[in-house]
């Protein structure tokens, strides 16, 4: 008798959720954006320490991008770029302090307009101290700059609240009670859930701290500090690794006691994001909601563990520029699949008001990736720009303006005089080799490009077409 009320139950639940998923209306959004996730840090990729559980869980349903990007690899540009759909250089978030200026289109403002309900929770990290709300959302919570992990101050609608906890399980919170206030509202809701983690200084919640204890983190061959490992490098990137973003950084002065320990609180940190990501899609199955809610995953940028000496990122390096992404949608993906095509975070705006029927602005850079998970013939980019602006507070980078291509990594750097880098990534993926590492960048007059057509010409012609197809990309946007 028991068994039979159970499945009478089972059944209520199922009918009930498949008349939800029916309806015309059209779907939730919810993106969650994590900061200084690199790419490859998702048991789910198979990683070789990190549990991540309950992302598997989505990830494996879904659409995934193995070729995901920012196309400016620093907190405020990336996270300026996914709001506007613009590469950096036009809307002029150049570093971590400069805001975004007020006339610029984002797409939330034009989900409203299409009848979406908004909300922001989380780092907002555009324009330094200002937590206050912003356009294009409903509702607000988020934090003056990178926040705190323990008892943090947060922005609820313009009033400043003492929150007692740990910030992801704050945010969480947050978050759910969105999705239960607006479960059952006739307008589709959108929600930018931006969390404070993983970003530095890594402070795990207090469950989890310890858990990696006893990590030995795997050492990349690019981290020996030998002459053989920099050879035909600039000399800059050598450097770095006594700087905050090396290797050999002050691990002691800053708390982090060494390499190890610094990714073992890395690591740590990560697992409440995992656990958060769990608790909202625990939500959305209990209120009938999963259906009908498309779920974006991205990282504003990558992250070096190490790799030629660095850690952080800023850099064009592939483990700083590449980051996780898929989408989620049972209601409309119903096979999962993973898609080899490059997709951005410029592409991010674009895409979601696609998704909602919305007017997508000229002023956009990006491109909306919706017909790559609906399987529909297009045809996709090659290549694209990369960008970084030195910053006034980091000078150990300087001013990069780069192509990525499906076959090469090409680097042109601004302001230093140093060799420009050149890698082949099938046949060099770690990016070891430089090929433009013999140029020999004398005293002579002319650019860095007039050196390699003097002493290399065939590889010139290799040069020479990259910088062309770069220069047309930044003409064209």
Known sequence: ?????????????????????????????????????????????????????????????????????????????????????QYTRKHKVWDNDTPLPNATVTFPEALQEQGYITSFIGKWHMGGDNDMPRAGFDQWISFKGQGAYVDPMVNVDGKRVQRKGYMTDILTDYAVAFIQENANSEQPYFMYLSHKAIHEDFTPAPRHAGVYNNLIVPRPESMADTDQNYLGKPDWVRKQRRSWHGTERDFKASGYIDF????????????????????????LVRLCQLENTVIIYYSDNGYMVGEHGLIDKRVMYEESIRVPGFVHWPGKLKKPMHRKEIVLNIDIAPTILDIAKADIPKSMHGT??????????????????????????????????????NE??????????????????????GQRKNLLGHIKFGHDYGTFLDQVERQDTELFKIVSSLDDEMQKLLNKN
Not at 69 to 79: D, E, N, Q, Y
Not at 371 to 380: A, G, H
């Open 368 to 405: 909306s990736f919706l017909p790559l998970l609906e399987n529909q013939p297009i045809s996709w980019r090659e290549g694209f720009i990369y960008e970084y602006f030195c910053d006034p507070k980091a000078v150990q980078t300087p001013t990069i303006v780069g192509l990525r291509t």
């Open 260 to 283: 190890d320990n610094f990714f073992r609180r890395y690591s740590e940190a990560m697992l409440s994001v995992d656990e958060s990501v769990g608790k909202l899609t625990e939500e």
């Open 408 to 429: 090469y990594s090409y680097m042109a750097y601004s302001g230093i005089w140093d060799n420009y880098e050149l890698y082949h990534l099938q046949n060099d993926p």
């Open 1 to 85: 008798m028991k068994n039979i009320t159970l499945l009478f139950v089972i059944f209520i639940c199922f009918s009930k959720c498949y008349a939800q998923d029916n309806s015309e209306r059209p779907p939730n959004i919810i993106f969650i954006l994590i900061d200084d996730q690199r790419y490859d840090f998702l048991s789910y990729l198979e990683h070789s320490w990190i549990k991540t559980p309950n992302i598997d869980k989505l990830a494996s349903n879904s659409t995934y991008f193995d070729n995901a990007f920012v196309t400016t690899s620093l907190c405020s540009p990336s996270r300026a770029s996914i709001m506007t759909g």
